[in-house]
């Protein structure tokens, strides 16, 4: 009986995780699209790295800590609400728990509407993302990469 208990409290471990990193990637983009940019931050660790690339440019950027994030996200407000309605929506999560540490490698789509039409997809891609278990129990991004295919 002692290790039907253990085993169920094994799984059920595991899926209250998977559910805490679920919410840590919608939150991410909630918080991206629509603040409060406090709640954007507090997705990554203190020392967390936020590195977005673009594969068709090869341009992008790296932040390295929650002040650098803060300030990189504070710059987008052209591209943030109330200057322009867009949604990042988060797809196809796959995870890879171990212990406080997981890998996760998700699909991504940004949509925009349009003035003179319907919403359209301006950028898609994925995230690889490493996330860890901090002190106060919430999972985090130790290392968030947005790799965007078409830009």
């Known amino acids: 009986m002692t290790d039907d208990v253990t085993a169920l409290a094994a799984r059920l471990r595991i899926?209250?995780?998977e559910?805490?990193?679920l919410e840590i990637l919608h939150r991410y983009g909630h918080a991206m699209d629509y603040g409060p940019d406090r709640e954007f931050v507090s997705c990554f660790t203190v020392d967390g790295v936020w590195e977005?690339?673009?594969?068709?440019?090869?341009?992008?950027?790296?932040?390295?800590?929650?002040?650098?994030?803060?300030?990189?996200?504070?710059?987008?407000?052209?591209v943030r609400v109330p200057a322009l309605y867009a949604k990042h929506?988060?797809?196809?999560?796959?995870?890879?728990?171990?212990?406080?540490?997981?890998?996760?490698?998700?699909?991504f789509l940004?949509?925009?509407p349009t003035n003179d039409g319907p919403t359209r997809i301006?950028?898609?891609g994925r995230y690889l993302d490493q996330m860890e278990r901090a002190d106060d129990g919430c999972w985090r991004f130790r290392h968030r990469i947005?790799?965007?295919d078409d830009m």
Request: overall charge negative.
């Open 146 to 148: 947005a790799e965007i």
């Open 19 to 21: 559910r805490a990193i």
């Open 89 to 107: 929506i988060v797809m196809d999560p796959r995870m890879i728990l171990d212990g406080d540490r997981a890998s996760v490698v998700s699909y």
């Open 52 to 78: 977005v690339r673009m594969r068709l440019s090869k341009a992008g950027f790296t932040c390295r800590g929650q002040d650098e994030i803060a300030a990189s996200l504070a710059a987008q407000m052209s």
């Open 110 to 112: 940004r949509v925009e």
């Open 15 to 17: 899926l209250e995780d």
């Open 122 to 124: 301006v950028a898609s």
